[in-house]
């Protein structure tokens, strides 16, 4: 994207309503680009007929009606996502991604929702994986360029130094190939989260499993550019109302994701 389109009509009227939220702000005319990676179900993901679906492009959408402007999406790579924030292809990325202290470094984030990683295993839990340490030299795949990644980095470091023996580590495009290679027997568990746990058990009844479910909560976020401070502001206020007026919790229910996930 070229150019920065954030209507002043919006902003100004954020300013009148203040922190009640965004109801009742003015119609305004052109659009919201959101960038976006479909490989995350149930947060965003393409339907065989090439719709891209899911709980975070409900939202995105759901937003762009309050705000009375169309949302937009951008797809690229996960990995490629805040950078192409930064290059301007878009005003926002929503896309199933953690708020980080290395990610909020570079750029805000307003948060929208929490859940819990998870080792997804082959049904019945046949390698015994009920831990994280479980995992030393085991197969395992996951999602490139995401925080699983590099926790499962750092965990190789930490079998290396303690003599353990390391993870078979094999990172792919989209979470659905990771998971996809335990159903052909090449991986052991994926390191994922547990809606898209959730997802892929009810995609594969029977063949798919939780071996273990991190008690730390992890939060999704919405990136947007440093210089879009009032941005953030209307976005804040867009979420609040989202989650006052029940919508998000409507949305989760859609996509099966637990009404606490999103209070």
């Given at each position: ?118 080792l997804v295993v082959a049904s019945g839990n046949p390698k015994g994986i009920k831990s994280p340490n479980d995992l030393s030299g085991r ?5 490139t360029g995401t925080k699983y990644e590099q926790y499962l980095k750092d965990l190789n470091d930490q079998f290396k130094s303690a003599g ?100």
């Amino acid at each position: 994207m070229k150019r920065y389109i954030v209507p002043l009509v919006l902003l100004a009227a954020l300013v009148a309503v203040g922190t009640a939220g965004a109801v009742g702000i003015s119609p305004v005319k052109g659009s919201f680009k959101y960038c976006d990676n479909p490989t995350f179900p149930p947060m965003e993901s393409k339907t065989t007929s090439g719709k891209t679906v899911g709980f975070d492009i409900d939202m995105a959408n759901a937003i762009g009606k309050l705000w009375r402007v169309k949302a937009k999406f951008v797809f690229s790579s996960f990995d490629g996502l805040l950078p192409a924030l930064g290059a301007k292809r878009c005003n926002m990325v929503i896309s199933g991604i953690f708020i980080t202290p290395d990610r909020t470094a570079k750029f805000p984030a307003v948060p929208y929702m929490k859940s819990h990683r998870a080792l997804v295993v082959a049904s019945g839990n046949p390698k015994g994986i009920k831990s994280p340490n479980d995992l030393s030299g085991r197969n395992v795949a996951v999602q490139t360029g995401t925080k699983y990644e590099q926790y499962l980095k750092d965990l190789n470091d930490q079998f290396k130094s303690a003599g353990k023996s390391q993870m078979n580590l094999s990172s792919y495009p989209g979470d659905t190939d990771a998971i996809g290679q335990i159903l052909i027997g090449r991986a052991d568990a994926v390191l994922t989260q547990d809606t898209e746990g959730a997802y892929q058990k009810k995609q594969h009844p029977g063949k798919l499993g939780i071996g273990y479910l991190f008690p730390e909560t992890d939060t999704f976020g919405i990136y947007y550019r440093p210089s879009d401070k009032k941005l953030g502001t209307a976005l804040r206020a867009a979420i609040k109302t989202l989650k006052k007026n029940g919508t998000m919790k409507k949305l989760a229910a859609k996509q099966q994701i637990p009404a606490g996930d999103v209070k």
